[in-house]
């Protein structure tokens, strides 16, 4: 399979789309785009700003992202660096507040992907209850 498009929908009623392509010109590179009610966040890949655009002020706010980034610590769009880099910081400067999620984002994160993989797999719309088991 080349390509495959996730749909989710949340306990709060928040939806999310995502949908991975496995040839483009740009390869394994992400484009991420969030929208919002106040807003748009786009972020295309590793070495790219970050850019949001406010609805209400009706502008663009341009984050550099690349500052740090170095070079072959580039997997998954630089998260991984960043990842480290924080848990880093956190230790070295003893602030838990440097590491923004923990186990259990972290293991729900993962079972959100193993649901999307089941539900390719078995061809049908999978849900997923709290404690991470899938219906």
């Given at each position: 399979m080349s390509n495959q498009?996730?749909?989710?929908?949340f306990k709060n009623g928040a939806?999310?789309?995502?949908?991975?392509?496995?040839?483009?010109?740009?390869?394994?590179?992400?484009?991420?785009?969030?929208?919002?009610?106040k807003g748009e966040l786009q972020c295309h890949g590793a070495g790219h700003s970050l850019v949001l655009y406010d609805f209400t002020r009706g502008d663009h706010d341009r984050i550099d992202t690349t500052a740090k980034m170095m070079k072959g610590l580039s997997g998954h769009g630089g998260a991984d660096f960043y990842c480290m880099d924080s848990f880093v910081e956190a230790v070295v400067q003893n602030d838990p507040e440097?590491?923004?999620?923990?186990p259990d984002e972290t293991l729900?994160?993962?079972?959100?992907?193993?649901?999307?993989?089941?539900?390719?797999?078995?061809?049908?719309?999978?849900?997923?209850?709290?404690?991470?088991?899938?219906?």
């Open positions: 498009v996730v749909n989710m929908q939806t999310a789309n995502m949908t991975m392509i496995a040839f483009t010109e740009a390869i394994c590179d992400r484009k991420v785009t969030v929208f919002g009610t440097k590491i923004r999620t923990g729900y994160s993962h079972m959100l992907v193993f649901a999307a993989e089941k539900a390719r797999k078995e061809n049908k719309v999978v849900s997923m209850s709290p404690d991470g088991t899938f219906t």
